[in-house]
């Protein structure tokens, strides 16, 4: 048994499951995220490295060429459509296999894991591949 958990003779071994699937209510708290189809993106962070979640002001995703602008709290930024991920439904939040978001970009990949992460939930699937975050942790897996 791993780490911090004995195993006793006779005894079963403890449930991996709020490891490996989200609970009812995390699922509930995510359903509760504000989510526009049209309008809620992802744009890259320069501070971060990473990504942040914004809503679409103007411009045409669709259009390569175009400018968009985007609003991220309370500031405005201009970007590429190129430069531009569309995010996942709500329901998508934590997805166990990312084959299953609507949108595979590398924003709602990040999300995905980073989500899944937090919730100490460190396997993924990605089609037939397993993705694991090392927490550098034992769970009782």
Not at 1 to 19: C, Y
Not at 22 to 39: F, G, H, L, N, T
Not at 119 to 130: D, Q
Request: net charge positive.
């Amino acid at each position: 048994m791993p780490g911090h958990i004995k195993l006793v003779k006779g005894q079963a071994d403890p449930d991996p499951t709020e490891f490996l699937l989200p609970s009812i209510e995390m699922k509930r708290a995510d359903q509760q995220k504000v989510y526009d189809s049209k309008k809620s993106v992802w744009v890259s962070d320069p501070k971060s490295g990473g990504y942040r979640e914004g809503l679409l002001e103007s411009g045409d995703l669709e259009d390569p060429a175009a400018k968009c602008v985007v609003a991220v709290g309370h500031e405005k930024f201009t970007h590429k459509s190129t430069e531009i991920g569309k995010v996942n439904p709500p329901k998508f939040e934590k997805c166990e296999d990312m084959v299953n978001l609507t949108f595979l970009n590398d924003a709602s990949v990040f999300w995905n894991l980073k989500t899944r992460y937090q919730a100490k939930m460190i396997h993924t699937y990605s089609g037939l591949f397993v993705v694991v975050v090392n927490p550098y942790k034992r769970y009782p897996l």
